[in-house]
């Protein structure tokens, strides 16, 4: 199994978590994707922190249904990391 993806480009958690709760709270920051009107924060190493959709039929779509706050580190189409209620597992 090849590590193509180095993790030295994966933001830290603490500064995920500082996006996490900017995305939830409102801080400054904060965008919209104009298709789909998702919130996301941009992150380092152009990477990017988007709400879950809530409209989708997976299991995090029915946990963000139900109140809970989550989240997804993306880049390039790639899933680095999940957090959920301020934690982050990376991926």
Do not use: C
Request: proline share 2%; aromatic share 8%.
């Amino acid at each position: 199994m090849s590590d193509e993806s180095s993790h030295t480009d994966v933001p830290a958690a603490g500064v995920i978590l500082v996006a996490f709760e900017k995305l939830f709270g409102g801080g400054r920051g904060v965008r919209r994707f104009s298709r789909s009107g998702l919130r996301y924060v941009a992150l380092e190493g152009d990477a990017v922190l988007v709400e879950q959709n809530p409209k989708k039929s997976s299991e995090w779509a029915e946990h963000a249904r139900r109140g809970r706050r989550v989240a997804w580190v993306l880049r390039d189409g790639e899933y680095l990391a999940r957090v959920v209620d301020g934690e982050v597992t990376f991926l």
